[in-house]
C-alpha cells in the first residue's frame, strides 16, 4: 500500500518536469494521469527499483530453473534468464503486453476513429509505464513524436549513397548508425552522468529514434521502389498512419492496417533474436542507436523477422508453379517438396510458442473483416488447412501452427505493397516501440552488463564426468 508519504514524494519528482499533473487515487492505488510520458516514467521508476532491490534481497540465491547440456548446446531455450518486463509470451495462450492479451489490445487502447485499429503511441505509452493509457495520454505520445519527427539530411545521404541492391533491412541499419552522432546518451556518459540518471538520456535517445523511425522507413522504401520522390509527413496523421501516409498509401484501410500491424509487432518478450541482442548490447551501456542496430540485423535473419519476406517469396513460388486456384492436394505437394529440398516452411513454427501464434490470429481476423474474397487471403487460409499436419508428421518440429509472419504479407499485398524485401523494415519500426521500451526500464533498474557463462565441448564432458563419478 503507497502511504501519503510516496506519494507525494512521486509527485514532487515529477513537478520539476513542468506537468501538469493529476492524480486520482483509488482503490489500486494511484492512477496517473499525467498526460507527459517521461513524467510517468519518472513517477514509476522509484517504485519499481525499490521492487527490484527487495526481489535481489528476499530472492537472490533461489533458483529459477535448471540448464541441462540440451539447452547450453539447444540455443538455450526454456532457460529463465533474463528480466524483461514489457510483454511475457506463454507457449499455448501467446504474448501478453504488459498483462494484456492482444484481444485485449485490440478492445482497450485508444483508436484514431471510433471502433478502429488501435493505435502504435497508445502501446508505446503502455509498455513504457505499465498503465493502459487514456485518450489524452495517447495523443499526447502522437504530439511528441510528430515534435521529434524530423530526419536530418545526412541520414538521407548515407541512405542515397548506398550500393542500390543494398537490402532494406540492411538500409534501416545504416540509417540508424548515422543517427547515433545525435545520441545524448553517448554524449552524457562522456560528460560524466551518475548512473542513477542513465534512463532519461536513453529516454529521449529512444523518442527521438521512434518519432524518426516512419519517415526513415519511408524514405527507403521511396529510394527503393518509387525512384527517390520522398513525400512530407501530414500534420494531421498519427505516428503509424503517417509511415503509411509517406510510402505512399493513403487509403483509409491502410492507414487502419498500419496502425494494426505497428501495434502487434511490437514486443515478444526478451529472448527473441531481436529484442535480445538490443538487450545484450545496451547491457554494455552502448546507446540506443547502437544497441537497436544490433537487434534488426538479428530481425534481418529469415528465421526471424525476414521470414515475413520469405513467406510472400514461397507464396509467389506456389502460384507461379500452380497458379491461383491451387487446390489441397496441390499445396500438400508443395509443403512437402519443400522440406525435401531442405527447407524450413517460412512462417510456421516457434521457438517458444506451441500453438497459433495470437498476432496470426489477429491479423487473419483484420483479413476477414476487410478482404474476405482476396485470393492470397484465402491461399494462405489454406495453408493452415494443410501445412500443422505435414509438420507434424516429420515427427520433430515442436510447434506446427502458424506464427506473425505468416500473414502479415497478405494484408500488405492487398493494399498495393507488393515489394515483400521491405517487409522487414515495417516489422522492425514496430520492434522498436518494445525493445526501447524495455531498454529504458533497463537503465532505470540498473541492470548489469549480461555475461553468461560458455564452455568448451571438453569443460561440459569433464563437468558431466565429474557428477558422474
Ligand atoms: N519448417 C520446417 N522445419 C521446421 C519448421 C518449419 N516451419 N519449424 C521447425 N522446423 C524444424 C527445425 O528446423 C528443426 O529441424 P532440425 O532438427 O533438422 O534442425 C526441428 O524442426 C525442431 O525445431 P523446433 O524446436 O520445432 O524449432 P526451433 O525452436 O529450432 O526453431 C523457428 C524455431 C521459428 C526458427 C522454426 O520453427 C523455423 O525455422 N520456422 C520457419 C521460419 C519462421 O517462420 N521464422 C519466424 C518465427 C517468428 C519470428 O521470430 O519472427
Request: net charge neutral.
Amino acid at each position: 500500500m503507497r502511504s501519503a508519504k510516496r506519494l507525494s514524494g512521486l509527485l514532487q519528482q515529477c513537478r520539476p518536469l513542468g506537468t501538469q499533473l493529476e492524480e486520482v487515487v483509488g482503490l489500486g492505488g494511484v492512477r496517473t494521469l499525467i498526460t507527459d510520458l517521461k513524467a510517468a516514467m519518472a513517477a514509476k521508476i522509484p517504485k519499481e527499483q525499490e521492487r527490484l532491490r527487495e526481489l535481489r534481497k528476499e530472492c537472490g540465491p533461489k533458483a529459477l530453473g535448471a540448464c541441462t547440456v540440451e539447452q547450453a548446446i539447444g540455443g538455450m531455450r526454456g532457460i529463465p534468464a533474463m528480466l524483461w518486463e514489457t510483454s511475457l509470451l506463454d507457449p499455448e495462450e501467446g504474448i501478453r503486453f504488459r498483462g494484456h492479451t492482444i484481444p485485449e489490445l485490440e478492445e482497450k487502447l485508444p483508436s484514431a476513429k471510433e471502433g478502429g485499429e488501435p493505435i502504435p503511441e497508445g502501446l508505446l505509452w503502455l509498455l513504457m509505464t505499465g498503465e493502459m493509457p487514456t485518450v489524452d495520454q495517447a495523443k499526447a505520445v502522437t504530439e511528441l513524436l510528430r515534435e521529434r519527427s524530423k530526419v536530418p539530411d545526412y541520414v538521407f545521404d548515407v541512405l542515397r549513397n548506398l550500393h542500390p541492391n543494398t537490402h532494406p533491412m540492411t538500409q534501416l541499419c545504416q540509417a540508424v548508425l548515422a543517427l547515433q552522432v545525435d545520441s545524448k546518451f553517448a554524449a552524457d556518459y562522456r560528460a560524466g552522468i551518475h548512473k542513477s540518471k542513465y534512463w532519461e538520456p536513453v529516454f529521449e535517445d529512444s523518442i527521438n529514434l521512434i518519432a524518426k523511425l516512419p519517415t526513415i522507413a519511408a524514405a527507403i522504401y521511396r529510394n527503393t521502389y518509387k525512384g527517390g520522390k520522398l513525400i512530407e509527413a501530414d500534420p494531421n496523421l498519427d505516428w503509424a498512419a503517417n509511415l503509411s501516409h509517406m510510402m505512399g498509401y493513403d487509403d483509409e484501410g491502410c492507414l487502419e492496417m498500419m496502425r494494426l500491424y505497428q501495434t502487434i509487432h511490437a514486443d515478444h518478450e526478451g529472448g527473441n533474436v531481436s529484442a535480445h541482442a538490443t538487450h545484450l548490447v545496451g547491457s554494455a551501456l552502448s546507446d540506443p542507436y547502437l544497441s537497436f542496430t544490433a537487434g534488426m540485423t538479428g530481425l534481418a535473419g529469415p528465421l526471424h523477422g525476414l521470414a515475413n519476406q520469405e513467406v510472400l517469396r514461397w507464396l509467389n513460388e506456389v502460384r507461379s508453379e500452380v497458379g491461383d486456384g491451387v487446390t489441397k492436394e496441390q499445396m500438400k505437394e508443395f509443403v512437402w517438396a519443400t522440406l525435401k529440398s531442405g527447407k524450413v516452411v517460412p512462417g510456421f513454427g516457434h521457438a517458444v510458442l506451441r500453438k497459433t501464434d495470437p498476432r496470426y490470429t489477429c491479423q487473419a481476423g483484420f483479413a476477414k473483416r476487410n478482404m474476405p474474397d482476396y485470393p492470397l487471403y484465402k491461399l494462405v487460409a489454406l495453408l493452415y488447412d494443410v501445412v500443422p499436419d505435414i509438420l507434424t508428421q516429420t515427427g520433430k518440429v515442436k510447434n506446427p501452427w502458424p506464427n506473425v509472419d505468416a500473414h502479415s504479407g497478405v494484408l500488405l499485398q492487398y493494399y498495393g505493397i507488393t515489394e515483400e524485401n521491405f517487409y522487414t523494415v515495417l516489422f522492425g519500426v514496430s520492434r522498436s516501440l518494445g525493445v526501447l521500451s524495455q531498454g529504458v526500464w533497463s537503465r532505470a533498474l540498473g541492470l548489469p552488463i549480461e555475461r553468461p557463462k560458455s564452455l568448451t565441448m571438453q569443460a561440459i564432458e569433464d563437468r558431466v564426468r565429474a557428477q558422474e563419478l
